[in-house]
T-cell receptor, first 116, second 113 residues
């Protein structure tokens, strides 16, 4: 199974600032996914990041707020821009391990952001 | 609309007792079904999955789940709960095409000694 590392693991941020979360995978993967888990809530997909193309965003999420980079097959970043307290969440990177079967996702440990 | 419902937000069981966590889904295509566990401060770990075939699937840590198409359910079971099973459990549904999953709201399991 893929090993996923995320940085930072947690951070406290000020309102109006931006923070970039990094996701590193130990193997090459075609698609990477960014999820958000708001306090006490379930996981919601933000966007799908494919190498060499623009990320695909889900309804309710826009590129200006959550710009994503995918420079190669093992790395991606998610930026949370102009943060407000409502952005306080755990942000999780995930990848699909096709060797284990399509549709099965592996997750990083997440980046817990608190916005003051 | 595609959705996953976990009717029980919070469940408390005694250590050694049996456990069943409920999951119902609504999905237009043939569903791929998953159960994930999230321990405090940790990422999600896959417990088991159903793609096709035998509707009773075995997972890690002694968990099993049964897919019932007629009831649109995929309930998670364990015959004897251990204190280390206390965690948040998420049911999820997806397809083979996108790899993206729709998650339920989660069920928090508390285990009494």
């Amino acid at each position: 199974s893929a090993v996923i590392s995320q940085k930072p693991s947690r951070d406290i941020c000020q309102r109006g600032t931006s923070l970039t979360i990094q996701c590193q995978v130990d193997s090459q993967v075609t698609m990477m996914f960014w999820y958000r888990q708001q306090p006490g809530q379930s996981l919601t997909l933000i966007a799908t990041a494919n190498q060499g193309s623009e990320a695909t965003y889900e309804s309710g999420f826009v590129i200006d707020k959550f710009p994503i980079s995918r420079p190669n097959l093992t790395f991606s970043t998610l930026t949370v821009s102009n943060m407000s307290p409502e952005d306080s969440s755990i942000y999780l990177c995930s990848v699909e391990d096709l060797d284990r079967g399509a549709g099965e996702l592996f997750f990083g440990e997440g980046s817990r952001l608190t916005v003051l | 609309a595609q959705s996953v419902t976990q009717p029980d937000i919070h469940i408390t069981v005694s250590e050694g007792a049996s456990l069943e966590l409920r999951c119902n889904y609504s999905y237009g295509a043939t569903p791929y079904l998953f159960w994930y566990v999230q321990s405090p401060g940790q990422g999600l770990q896959l417990l088991l999955k159903y793609f096709s075939g035998d509707t009773l699937v075995q997972g890690i840590k002694g968990f099993e789940a049964e897919f019932k198409r007629s009831q649109s359910s995929f309930n998670l079971r364990k015959p004897s709960v251990h204190w280390s099973d206390a965690a948040e459990y998420f049911c999820a549904v997806g397809s083979s095409n996108t790899g993206k999953l729709i998650f339920g709201q989660g069920t928090t399991l508390q285990v009494k000694p």
